[in-house]
């Protein structure tokens, strides 16, 4: 009987083969799985597990402190993340450039600069900072929501409290315009907006939607006052344990996540506009840009001193070709 029972255990192990031996990345984002952000992770999972023939799993996991989740990336505790470039300043200055506000014309060119030879080049500076920059993702085109009045003009933001990321670009800005801008984890928003520690935020309207702050603001202008990208970024170990073949297939794998992410983006802010709408919130869609732009003249001229001039002047003047 133990012979019949040894033999028949042998002959299951030798029909099933070897098991495969799997690396697990583990990859971290700060909104829900089903939202412009989440489809990255999921699309990653989806390609690179299937090209490494199940070598790999990918593991995706929320978490809404993205500084948390650079420097995680930083130290190897997790292997990489798609964070919104807010933070990554903090990390690697080169990246501010992108958060000028009115820098880029519409998505089309903000896309095309991002793919450019000059959206590479940043993302090569993340390596000096013991990170590895993958591909270029986005949030959007960022508006101005609050819970106190409808905003037409600059003047309509005087005192207003406005959550800002951790963001010296984007702080500056407000301040400027005469709102009180104060920096917060993304995680500390809902429960700031529902006390009142702030008035407002500013998102693109796929985090808006994503996150349901309609239910915490009631009016929303769209600004259209800066383009946010978002990026995705790995631990250099990584990158440098996959195989070159691997490695290709880890990049096939982000390209598809960022289509992903940029038809969701363009998906949320066709349909955004009427959702919010319907659920209760004013939305301001005609603003005086050029007031906006005027107001910011300061802030402008402190930019061209403190970033690189000629870069700016490159991004401003890209066209597809």
């Not at 697990?24 to 412009?36: D, E, F, G, R």
């Not at 390609?47 to 023939?53: A, H, K, Q, S």
Request: net charge positive; proline share 5%.
């Amino acid at each position: 009987m133990f012979r019949r029972s040894a033999l028949a255990a042998g002959i299951a192990a030798f029909l099933a083969g070897p098991a495969i031996a799997q690396t697990q990345i583990t990859i971290q984002h700060a909104l829900p799985a089903n939202s412009h952000t989440g489809v990255g992770p999921a699309a990653i999972k989806e390609v690179f597990e299937r090209l490494t023939n199940g070598r790999y799993r990918v593991v995706a996991q929320r978490n809404d402190n993205e500084r948390e989740m650079v420097e995680s990336v930083q130290i190897g505790t997790i292997d990489c993340t798609f964070t919104s470039t807010g933070p990554v300043g903090n990390f690697v200055p080169e990246v501010r450039i992108f958060d000028v506000p009115f820098l880029f014309r519409d998505t089309a060119h903000a896309r095309g600069v991002l793919d450019s030879e000059i959206g590479q080049q940043v993302l090569g500076r993340f390596s000096a900072r013991g990170l590895h920059g993958v591909i270029w993702t986005e949030n959007g085109f960022r508006h101005l929501t609050n819970s106190r009045r409808e905003v037409n003009l600059p003047a309509d933001l005087r005192g207003l409290k406005v959550r800002t990321m951790e963001n010296q670009v984007h702080m500056r800005a407000f301040t400027v315009l005469g709102a009180l801008p104060t920096p917060m984890a993304f995680s500390e928003l809902v429960p700031a907006l529902q006390q009142g520690t702030v008035d407002g935020q500013e998102n693109p309207i796929s985090v808006i939607v994503a996150n349901n702050l309609n239910q915490v603001q009631r009016y929303m202008t769209l600004t259209n006052h800066v383009y946010s990208p978002s990026v995705m970024i790995c631990n250099p170990g990584l990158m440098q344990r996959m195989t070159p073949a691997d490695r290709e297939h880890f990049m096939t794998a982000a390209r598809a996540a960022q289509r992903a992410n940029r038809d969701r983006v363009t998906q949320d802010d066709a349909n955004g506009v009427e959702l919010l709408r319907s659920r209760g919130m004013t939305v301001v869609t005609t603003v005086n840009t050029a007031a906006f732009q005027e107001a910011l003249a300061p802030a402008f001229a402190e930019w061209e001193r403190s970033l690189d001039a000629a870069l700016l002047r490159r991004i401003r003047d890209w066209r597809a070709n």
